[in-house]
């Protein structure tokens, strides 16, 4: 069984920045050769992938509305994810969720909200 937590949502103003993190625990021993990802949902629509981490970091890739604008990164020794977001806009509130390469485990969500 594995946990993800995810943290660091809020309410913020549009161009403000924000950092969440997502952090796995129990049977992470896959965590180390695995992708990991962050999705959003916003309400009334479906969730999407917002950004994607290869197992060593050295790959990332993202949705085209947050490219250059959020980075996904990740720290193998604390079994940790993070997203910076920097410039958010409007667009950006949802329910961000930290998703795990292997089997189907999701966090629970952490909320953002951009508005002025």
């Known amino acids: 069984q594995v946990r993800l937590v995810e943290s660091g949502g809020g309410l913020v103003q549009p161009g403000g920045s924000l950092r969440l993190s997502c952090a796995a625990s129990?049977?992470?021993?896959?965590?180390?050769?695995?992708?990991m990802m962050w999705y959003r949902q916003a309400p009334g629509k479906e969730r999407e992938l917002v950004a994607i981490?290869?197992?060593?970091?050295?790959?990332?890739d993202y949705l085209d509305s947050v490219k250059g604008r959020f980075t996904i990164s990740r720290d193998n020794a604390k079994k940790t994810i993070a997203l910076q977001m920097d410039h958010l806009k409007l667009e950006d509130t949802g329910l961000y969720y930290c998703?795990?390469?292997?089997?189907?485990?999701w966090g629970q969500g952490t909320q953002v909200t951009v508005s002025s």
């Open positions: 998703r795990a390469g292997w089997g189907d485990y």
């Open positions: 129990g049977s992470t021993k896959h965590f180390n050769a695995s992708s």
């Open positions: 981490i290869s197992e060593s970091g050295g790959n990332t």
